[in-house]
């Protein structure tokens, strides 16, 4: 039986999903855009601790995929917004599901990390 997902160049839909949006940008990026479009700029300082270099990658791996659209305003200076999609949106639903299962299990994850000594299992 032949794979639903292969003419998309991934086996696997949530492999693929996880693997574009966990990293360690793009989520806080999807929160900050939920509330409204932003500039580059103005999405920066929302961020904060993020590099301009690694803002403009995530931002173009977004767009790339769906979640977010940028649009140039023919102005001057040149005004460039960036807000979610349709798709983007979509996806705030679960998004605010895993940060709130994050914000209601972080103690008893951070008391299990204390009490198993900080050490990793690596079989």
């Given at each position: ?50 590099s301009r270099q690694m803002l403009t990658v995530t931002l173009k791996r977004l ?61």
């Amino acid at each position: 039986m032949a794979n639903k997902y292969a003419e998309y160049g991934h086996p696997c839909p949530i492999r693929d999903v996880l693997d574009r949006i966990g990293d360690q940008w793009s989520l806080l990026i999807l929160e900050s855009l939920a509330s409204k479009a932003f500039r580059f700029n103005e999405l920066h300082r929302e961020i904060g601790d993020i590099s301009r270099q690694m803002l403009t990658v995530t931002l173009k791996r977004l767009e790339f995929d769906g979640y977010i659209s940028r649009t140039v305003f023919a102005e001057v200076p040149t005004r460039v917004e960036y807000r979610l999609t349709v798709l983007g949106e979509s996806f705030l639903q679960p998004l605010r599901q895993l940060v709130d299962w994050a914000d209601s299990h972080h103690e008893a994850i951070c008391y299990a990390r204390k009490t198993n000594g900080g050490a990793l299992v690596t079989d």
